[in-house]
């Protein structure tokens, strides 16, 4: 067989030297003022990915979308709402591996809430209540509104203002929490 590795107190001494190293890398990222160009180049990659996974979606499993441009209104909120909810995330914890496990528990609860686990109407009533909390609800919602619900302008502004506001409130927060800690 091959060479087995061996074992130390963290279980696997790779474990130890593979945080260093992520944490090393980590503090060299915020360090770094990355230019605009680098931050569009970043947004643009994010919506082509969106764009091809709706192409898949149109191409190979027929989904019909009844108003492209309330599409377009909708995936923008929710990338900027969930871009300000990742940036309070980012600094909730003083290590990278402390903030990735406050953030997959409240990720796990909002997307619970949300209905990204179980559909809205199979909750109780008090759940569904509470979902209107979860910032993945308004997601779930200005996305099916602008495809299959054919939501009015005006339906769709809720969940999608709803967003917009959240994630710069979020982004606001975590910016002037991250400054904080330089």
Same mark, same amino acid.
């Given at each position: 067989?091959?060479?087995r590795?061996?074992?130390?107190r963290?279980g696997i ?8 190293l992520?944490d ?9 003022r990355f230019?605009s160009?680098?931050?569009i180049?970043?947004r643009?990659g ?11 979606g ?14 377009l209104?909708?995936?923008t ?5 969930f871009t300000?909810l990742?940036?309070?995330?980012s600094v ?6 402390a903030?990735s496990? /406050? %953030?997959? =528990? &409240? +990720?796990m609860?909002?997307s619970?809430l ?5 559909p809205?109407f199979?909750?109780? !009533?008090?759940?569904q209540?509470?979902?209107?909390l979860?910032? /993945? %609800?308004w =997601? &779930? +919602?200005s ?11 005006a339906?769709?502004a809720? !969940?999608c ?6 994630g710069?409130?979020c982004f606001?927060?975590g910016?002037a929490?991250?400054?904080?800690q330089?």
């Amino acid at each position: 067989g091959g060479a087995r590795p061996r074992r130390g107190r963290t279980g696997i001494t790779g474990v130890g030297s593979r945080t260093e190293l992520i944490d090393s890398v980590h503090r060299r990222i915020a360090m770094l003022r990355f230019p605009s160009k680098a931050r569009i180049s970043c947004r643009v990659g994010n919506s082509l990915r969106n764009m091809t996974m709706l192409g898949i979606g149109i191409v190979v499993f027929g989904l019909e979308v009844g108003a492209p441009l309330k599409l377009l209104v909708a995936m923008t909120s929710v990338a900027l709402g969930f871009t300000g909810l990742m940036m309070v995330l980012s600094v909730l914890g003083k290590t990278p591996r402390a903030a990735s496990g /406050v %953030s997959w =528990a &409240i +990720l796990m609860v909002a997307s619970m809430l949300g209905g990204a686990m179980l559909p809205l109407f199979m909750m109780p !009533p008090w759940m569904q209540m509470a979902s209107k909390l979860s910032p /993945v %609800s308004w =997601a &779930i +919602l200005s996305l099916e509104g602008a495809i299959w619900r054919d939501y009015s302008w005006a339906e769709l502004a809720l !969940p999608c203002g709803g967003l917009l506001v959240f994630g710069l409130a979020c982004f606001a927060f975590g910016s002037a929490h991250f400054k904080r800690q330089d």
